[in-house]
């Protein structure tokens, strides 16, 4: 009985539930020191660095959906000066759907939806929510690719639209690759 228990209580606080097992391989701390790079026709081009964590969060017995949280923390590569973190939380369903919850501290938070598949993650903007005084222009529409290229490395690429650039489609904003880290 007790080993059973023990059992239980591994099996519900370690893994991942079947559903999140799709996005096994994106579990983990992934890093780039500068291989990142910003595009925009409105600002010159820079290299940045980013952290990325991507675990299994703790469950939330209300809700009693599975998250694994996500944590992306930008500086620039050149002045060394922070860019933005983005933190959040991101589900996949039976159906390989997935949801990628963010808020960030450029004065965003966004609801992203897309699909999983092996290596590879494809979230677009469903909802956006800005700070009234924010910089930035408003982001229309926004594409977020995360592939794994092999045991080592992952890249996430940013593509996007806002209020002035491009008029159809998306631009490409953003491109990393990651190295996978220890711990
Ligand atoms: C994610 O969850 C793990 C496990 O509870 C925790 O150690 C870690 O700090 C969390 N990370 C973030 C970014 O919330
Ligand atoms: C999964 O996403 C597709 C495309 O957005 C949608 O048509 C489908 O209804 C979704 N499935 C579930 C179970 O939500």
Do not use: C
Request: no cysteine; aromatic share 14%; hydrophobic share 40%.
């Amino acid at each position: 009985m007790i080993f059973l228990l023990f059992f239980f209580f591994s099996l519900t606080n370690s893994e991942l539930t079947s559903y999140n097992k799709q996005l096994e391989w994106i579990v983990g701390h992934w890093r780039s020191e500068f291989s990142g790079k910003v595009f925009w026709p409105t600002v010159p081009t820079m290299t940045f660095g980013e952290d990325l964590k991507i675990m299994e969060a703790p469950l939330a017995r209300s809700a009693n959906v599975q998250f694994l949280n996500f944590s992306a923390r930008a500086w620039s590569h050149s002045t060394k000066d922070h860019f933005h973190d983005e933190w959040g939380f991101v589900t996949v369903d039976p159906t390989g759907n997935a949801t990628l919850m963010t808020s960030g501290n450029n004065g965003f938070t966004t609801y992203e939806v897309g699909h999983v598949s092996h290596n590879k993650l494809v979230l677009t903007l469903k909802d956006i929510g800005r700070i009234s005084f924010s910089r930035d222009l408003p982001v229309e529409d926004l594409r977020r690719t995360f592939i794994r290229h092999d045991d080592r490395f992952l890249e996430q690429v940013i593509e996007m639209r806002t209020a002035t650039h491009p008029k159809i489609g998306y631009l490409e904003h953003t491109r990393v690759v990651y190295t996978k880290q220890d711990s």
